[in-house]
């Protein structure tokens, strides 16, 4: 059955099951997930060398066939045209979850989280009681700073920080 904006809302689970993936005759790997509870998701269903993925697209709506243009003119492709594409992606050897989960990963990696990170790494490394580089120095009041260990902070995690998200985007992949 092809999936369209007329024939996804008739779907129904067959007797006895309660979860059921309806897939396009037209689209290969592209479905609808049509739950017990009423719920309707597209789904997108791939094999990338040995490895076999579905993905979740959202759920299941009549708008969601339409295309449209966002505020900015960037083109906001219906849910056909979308699994069109991402199929495309995978001939040519992309990973469409793979670059999703890749840039949920990215989205996390904010200052506060890495340099958490950082000085707990850090922290591990150093001798307890050791702090030479942010005592006070009372011969010059221009070497006061009320947050001492502010631009040791800063020093160090500008330094690393690239290595540091670098490594948690290895460690999602």
Known sequence: MKLTAKTFATVRLD???TDQIFFDDEIPGFGLRVRAGGSR???FQYSLGEKQRRMSLGRATAES???SKGKDGTPNLGIRDRVMQMSLDVKHGKDPQGEKVES???ASDTFQIVAAEYLKAKKA?????CQSACKFD?????NF????RRGLLVALVSSELAGIAEARRARVA
């Open 145 to 148: 700073d009320p947050f001492p």
């Open 125 to 129: 490394e150093t001798r307890p009681g």
């Open 138 to 142: 009372p011969s010059s009041a221009s």
């Open 65 to 67: 066939f339409k295309s």
């Open 104 to 106: 949920r990963s990215r």
């Open 15 to 17: 007797a006895g099951k």
């Open 41 to 43: 998701n597209w789904v």
